[in-house]
Every structure is written in C-alpha cells, then in structure tokens.
C-alpha cells in the first residue's frame, strides 16, 4: 500500500482537521461524536439538511457544507456508515426551528443508522424527513436484493435541495423535491482499478491490467460484468445506454449531465468521456441544459468514472443555477 | 437463577471470542460484504467492556440498554444498529432485575429476536443474523417446554444457532450488502450469523455451567 497518509486508523480524524483549518471561514468541524457543519448553523428559520455516510468519497459530503447546499455532512470511517449520535448531533446542531431533512444513500448500513437516528432526534422534539437516494442503475431493483446503490444523484440531490432550503421552502417541499430529483436521476459507473480501504491494506479487488468493471459500486461493489479494456467512447456508451434506457430519457428531454471520477482518473480523461456522452445524447434528442464535470463522489483512488442524467424541468434548473458556496462545488457568489 | 455476575462473565467470554475471532468473522465478512465485521464487532465490544464497570451494578435491563447505546454508537455499518437493537430491547425484557431465569432470558432473546427483524426487516432464509438468532430462540423454547434446565436449554440454543449459521452456507443474500452479490453470495456462511452463534455458544458455556 502506498498512501500519502501518516497512519491508518488516523486517516479520517487527521482529514477532517485539515478540513477544519484549511474551510474554516465556511464549516466548522465537530469532534466525538465527529460532523462538519455550516459555520452559521442553525440557519433560524430554513430547513436544515444532514447527510452522511461512510468517508473516501471525498468531496461528498463533508466538502458540499456550506451556503445553499448542505448544513451538516457526518463522516464514518473509511467506507462504513457513521452512527446515530453523530447523526443526532448534526441534526440537533442545524435545526433552524423548520425541521431537518436527512439525504441517505441506500446501503443497509446507512439506512439503518439514520432510521435510529432520526427516531431519536424526534423523540427530542425536531421534525425530520428522509429521502433515500437509489440512483444506480447497475443493480437489479428487485424484491431480491437490498435495493439499487445511492450514487452520483446524491450530489445533484444536495445542490437542488440546498438551494430550495436557502429559497424558504418548507420541508415537506424540501423532501418532496429531494424525492423528485431521485425519481429523475440515474447513475452507472465503471472501474479501470481497484482501491485500497488505509485500515485494510489490500485491493479491495484484483482487476488485472487488460480488463474493466462495468456497473461498480462507489465501495468496490461488483458490477454488472468484467469485460477487456475498451476505448473512452465505447466505455462512455456503455454506461450512458443502460442510464437513458432505465427512465427512460426520450427525445425532447432536458438534463444535467455529470460526468463524475471514482478519484484516481485526470480530467482531461473525464472531458474525453464527456465529449462522448454530449455525442450520444444528441442523437438521442437529449439536451443538456447544464452540465458538472470533475471529481464529486470518488472511491479513494479508484481509477474510472461514472455518469450521471437527470431529467430537469425549470423548477430542477432554477435551484441547480441558485447560488451555491461550500469547499467543493461553488458558483454564484 | 443466573445472577448479573453470570451474565458480566458471559459478556466478557463473548467479548474474547470476537476478540480471538476477529480475523475469522473479516475473512468471512470479505467472502460477501466488505470485510469489516470482525473489527466492527470487535471495536464494539472493546468499547462495552470500557463501558460496564459504570453500569455494573445496575440492574440488568440498565447494564443490556446500555451495551445496546455503546454498540450503537461505536459500531456503524448494518451490525451496529442490528446489535444495538438486540441488547436494548433485551434489556427492555430484563427491566429492574438483577437475577434471572431461563425463561426471562428466552423473554430477552425473543425480544432481541423480534427487535432486530423490526429494524432490519429480515425473515429467516435471507442469510443474515436472523437465521442464528431465530433457530436459537426455537430451540430453547422446545427444550424449556419439555422441562430442560437451564443449562440444557442454554445448550440448545446454542446448537440451534450453530446449525441455523451453518445452513446459511447455501443460502442466497437478499438482504444487506451480501445481497448485491445475488448468486454469487451462495456457498459463504454469514458472518453476522456467525457472530451471533458465538454469542449463544457464550451463554450456554458460560450461564450453562452457573448454578
Ligand atoms: N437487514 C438485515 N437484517 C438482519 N441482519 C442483517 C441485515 N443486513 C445485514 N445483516 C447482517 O449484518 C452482517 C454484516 O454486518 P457488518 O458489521 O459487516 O455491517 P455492513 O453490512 O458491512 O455495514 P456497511 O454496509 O455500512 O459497511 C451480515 O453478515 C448480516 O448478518
Ligand atoms: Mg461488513
């Protein structure tokens, strides 16, 4: 393993300091139990919205707290859900007297974590709302398996919800919009590499040098299928077919397309791959109003992208274009 | 009766045996999940026995509650909660009592049981801790309806868990991560029913042999 890191069990503690001194002017970060949080928190009056889940996907979700996105981000260890009293903690500590709205991606673990926690910031009298994000078109949405993965949507998610928070909305409107945009959003991602979890040591999977995995999950979670090595245009086909078919996408349709890397992929890659996806949409009749490129919901150093579609109406678009200001996405002001 | 010194040793005998197991429950947990819950559970039952002695005096429901607060906040992932529900709502059943009997601790394993299926929403047959902890308390319950002692009760609950984990070997996964795996995921024993047998086999070597 070779990591720029001073020790394993020290990688997420010593991450979040360096948040804490290099963002200070916009977040805040909170030790024991460990969240990061708006330094104006709570905003009297406006929604409060928490996320979380576990660390390794930075940005996501520390990095997007700030104005007119997230109050509160609640890392757990590399990889593994945070717990409920951190999640306690960051509602109670955002909680602008209008109710709090939890954004979860559906794995097991953050589910049920959240469900406690949200059981027990009601029990202290806070309203709070959840939405689970399952966005990711690579697993079978089946009575059979836990359900499809939160992925790439949760970011757009967090923008839009954000901003409709800032707006006044209510947090049934929030929520409800928040539904909205999972309803509207569909992810698939790939992998050239594998990635190596600090505490772990090894490769979460071996991917030998010829070949691909099509339809990963941001955990390493094994995809649809392992194939050869292809080019840039035919891996962007192949994720952004199965993604407009899932909808399906149709002819007059407008979206946001983000074309994201798992951390260990240069942009210049990720424009190459955007190059494409701007091709196939226009033939599909798709436009893309807006569009995010970049490193967003990464998997450490995991090689690969994914993109994500989501169908936008005006309502989606005014809140996407709404001023936004946190470390890691930032425009209008 | 068992007495809440019974019940301390049988936590501290389920603590070393995650401790020593620690490597056995990963490797299990990587076969079809992320290869976390041997130092999930590890971490989490490092913390109880950090947090015991405050409570040892206390009656059992406050000492199982406040196991079920320390896994909870101390574990994450789907074993945190899932465990945490089981001891709180054990102790729910052991409220202000500070010996028991085999049929209180069938009452708090039945609650566990039912705690851990309510948050989870898991049935027998989905590869999960359910399928130890479900067999365990049928096990018991026969064995204390044909008028076993507690320590033949016990010891059924432990083959009942035993079995239970070993039938998930051909079981597929449909729930937590073990579930994306979809066939894949036939032909591995379930770490998180693997843990929870080793907590019965726990209370029936150490609880069995109390009297
Ligand atoms: N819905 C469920 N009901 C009951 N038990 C479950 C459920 N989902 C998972 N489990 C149990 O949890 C065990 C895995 O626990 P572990 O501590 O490894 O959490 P995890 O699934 O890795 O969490 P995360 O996904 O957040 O990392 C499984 O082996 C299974 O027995
Ligand atoms: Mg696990």
Redesign the pocket.
């Known amino acids: 393993m070779k990591k720029l890191i001073n020790n394993p069990a020290d990688v997420v503690k010593e991450e979040l300091q360096g948040v804490a001194l290099a963002h200070g002017d916009q977040v805040r970060v909170h030790f024991d139990p460990a969240y990061v949080v708006r330094v104006d928190a709570p905003v009297v009056g406006k929604v409060g919205i928490v996320s979380g889940g576990?660390s390794g996907h930075e940005p996501m979700h520390g990095g997007f707290v700030g104005y007119g996105m997230l109050d509160a981000a609640c890392p757990?260890a590399v990889?593994?859900?945070p717990t409920p009293d951190q999640m306690l903690e960051a509602t109670k500590a955002v909680d602008g007297g209008a109710g709090v709205l939890h954004i979860v991606k559906n794995?097991?673990?953050?589910i049920?974590?959240f469900e406690m926690a949200a059981e027990l910031a009601m029990a202290e009298g806070i309203e709070v709302e959840s939405v689970v994000i399952d966005d990711d078109v690579a697993v079978q949405n089946s009575l059979w398996t836990?359900g499809r993965r939160g992925v790439g949507a949760t970011v757009l998610a967090e923008k839009i919800c954000g901003a409709a928070a800032e707006a006044g909305k209510s947090l049934k409107e929030v929520a409800e919009l928040c539904r909205k945009v999972n309803g509207w959003g569909r992810s698939m991602g790939m992998a050239l590499t594998s990635c190596t979890v600090p505490h772990a040591g090894q490769p979460t999977f071996e991917l030998p040098e010829d070949e691909m995995e099509i339809g990963i999950g941001i955990?390493g979670e094994p995809g649809r299928t392992r194939m050869a090595l292809k080019s840039a245009d035919e891996i962007t086909e192949l994720l952004a077919l199965p993604v407009i078919q899932d909808l399906p996408f149709e002819k007059g349709d407008r979206v946001i397309a983000m074309v994201n890397g798992m951390g260990g992929t240069p942009l210049i890659e990720l424009y190459i791959v955007y190059r494409k996806l701007a091709e196939i949409c226009e033939a599909h009749g798709i436009t893309i109003a807006r569009s995010l490129v970049g490193n967003y919901i990464t998997s450490l150093e995991m090689a690969g992208c994914s993109i994500t579609l989501l169908k936008a109406d005006d309502e989606l678009l005014g809140y996407w274009d709404a001023p936004v200001k946190t470390p890691g996405l930032r425009w209008g002001m | 009766m068992v007495t809440r010194d019974d019940i301390l040793a049988w936590l501290k005998c389920y603590r070393q045996t995650l401790a020593e197991n620690k490597d056995y429950l990963t490797r299990?947990?990587s076969a079809?999940?992320?290869a976390?819950?041997g130092a999930?559970?590890d971490r989490g039952f490092a913390a109880v026995m950090d947090k015991l002695p405050s409570v040892a005096e206390k009656d059992l429901g406050s000492i199982f509650k406040t196991i079920g607060m320390t896994l909870v906040s101390t574990?994450?992932?789907?074993?945190?909660p899932?465990y945490g529900t089981w001891f709180m709502r054990a102790g729910m059943a052991l409220d202000g009592k500070t010996e028991v009997t085999s049929a209180d601790l069938l009452a708090a394993f039945q609650a566990g049981l039912a705690g851990?299926?309510q948050?989870?929403?898991?049935t027998t047959g989905?590869?999960?801790?359910?399928d130890a902890m479900s067999p365990a308390c049928a096990a018991m319950q026969a064995s204390l309806t044909e008028g076993g002692d507690t320590a033949t009760a016990l010891a059924a609950a432990a083959a009942g868990a035993e079995q239970g984990m070993r039938e998930t070997i051909p079981m597929l996964a449909t729930?937590?991560?073990?579930s994306y795996l979809g066939e894949r995921s036939i032909g591995h024993q379930?770490?998180?029913?693997?843990s929870?047998a080793m907590l019965f086999r726990c209370a029936a070597d150490v609880l069995g042999r109390a009297q």
């Open positions: 576990g757990g990889f593994t859900s794995y097991t673990g953050d049920l974590n836990a955990h | 299990l947990d079809i999940g992320d976390d819950h999930n559970m574990v994450g992932g789907a074993g945190g899932l851990v299926q948050r989870g929403k898991a989905e590869k999960t801790m359910v729930k937590g991560r073990a379930d770490p998180g029913a693997t929870s």
